[in-house]
């Protein structure tokens, strides 16, 4: 578990070194598959000051199994799609400007150029409002479940983002770094959407074009790299 803490913390920290977090808004986590254990930033540390050993471990159901302090209150969101998505390996939520600023205005991101197409395949989907029957319930595992659902239909490994609607990003990817990474591009794609869309309000984007640039960095015919 050594090393998915070192992963995490690296990851958390690469967050507010990158500008993506203020103060302490935002958190990642990893996961252990194979036992079952999440590790996950602590609610309310500056970043500043976090250690290695500050590192939160809870299992699935969102026990605490090792650490001296409180996880994040966003932890049953990050369980709900570790449960759901399979296939991911650490998950980062910000509430980086451009993004969130999309969250709040309740709408995708729409893919305009080559550069979203290069890491997100189609818009980067906005959640539902959530109920005031889930508001009232366990809301941050009503999050999660807010994400999933409007997954349905999509691949999560070929669109790893969301916006969750009224509040901000949540992003993943098969490591921790690689979540963050995705954070920092998810708030760049936004910001340029955003600019785009005061430029020409009609602006779009060739869905071949898209393909194209999604398929040359992603699947078993990617040429992209070395």
């Given at each position: 578990?050594?090393?998915l803490?070192r992963s995490?913390?690296?990851a958390?920290?690469e967050l507010?070194?990158?500008?993506?977090?203020?103060h302490?808004?935002?958190n990642?986590?990893?996961?252990d598959?194979?036992r079952?254990?999440?590790?996950i930033k602590p609610?309310?540390v500056?970043?500043?000051?976090?250690?290695?050993?500050?590192m939160?471990?809870v299992?699935?159901?969102?026990?605490?199994?090792?650490?001296h302090?409180?996880?994040?209150s966003?932890?049953?969101?990050?369980?709900a799609?570790?449960?759901?998505?399979?296939?991911?390996g650490g998950i980062?939520h910000?509430h980086s400007?451009?993004?969130?600023?999309?969250?709040?205005?309740?709408?995708?991101?729409p893919?305009?150029?080559?550069t979203?197409?290069?890491?997100?395949?189609g818009?980067?989907?906005?959640?539902a409002?959530?109920?005031?029957?889930?508001?009232?319930?366990?809301?941050?595992?009503?999050?999660g479940?807010?994400?999933?659902?409007?997954?349905?239909?999509?691949d999560p490994?070929?669109?790893?983002?969301?916006l969750?609607?009224?509040h901000?990003?949540?992003?993943?990817?098969k490591?921790p770094?690689?979540?963050a990474?995705?954070a920092s591009?998810?708030?760049?794609?936004a910001?340029?959407?955003?600019?785009?869309?005061?430029i020409?309000p009609?602006?779009?984007?060739?869905?071949?074009?898209e393909?194209?640039h999604?398929?040359r960095?992603?699947?078993p015919?990617?040429?992209?790299?070395q």
């Amino acid at each position: 578990m050594e090393d998915l803490k070192r992963s995490v913390l690296k990851a958390n920290l690469e967050l507010f070194r990158s500008g993506l977090v203020t103060h302490t808004w935002g958190n990642a986590s990893g996961i252990d598959r194979e036992r079952g254990i999440v590790v996950i930033k602590p609610s309310g540390v500056p970043y500043d000051t976090m250690t290695e050993e500050d590192m939160v471990l809870v299992d699935l159901e969102g026990n605490v199994v090792g650490g001296h302090l409180k996880p994040s209150s966003d932890t049953p969101t990050h369980l709900a799609l570790y449960k759901a998505f399979p296939e991911i390996g650490g998950i980062v939520h910000t509430h980086s400007t451009y993004a969130t600023a999309w969250a709040q205005a309740g709408f995708d991101i729409p893919c305009l150029g080559t550069t979203h197409a290069d890491y997100f395949r189609g818009p980067v989907p906005c959640t539902a409002d959530l109920t005031e029957e889930q508001l009232a319930g366990e809301y941050e595992k009503e999050t999660g479940i807010a994400i999933v659902n409007r997954f349905q239909g999509l691949d999560p490994a070929h669109t790893p983002a969301a916006l969750v609607r009224n509040h901000g990003p949540f992003t993943w990817g098969k490591s921790p770094e690689e979540a963050a990474f995705h954070a920092s591009v998810l708030e760049e794609i936004a910001k340029m959407a955003f600019i785009t869309l005061q430029i020409n309000p009609a602006a779009s984007c060739n869905k071949s074009l898209e393909d194209i640039h999604f398929f040359r960095k992603h699947g078993p015919g990617a040429r992209y790299g070395q």
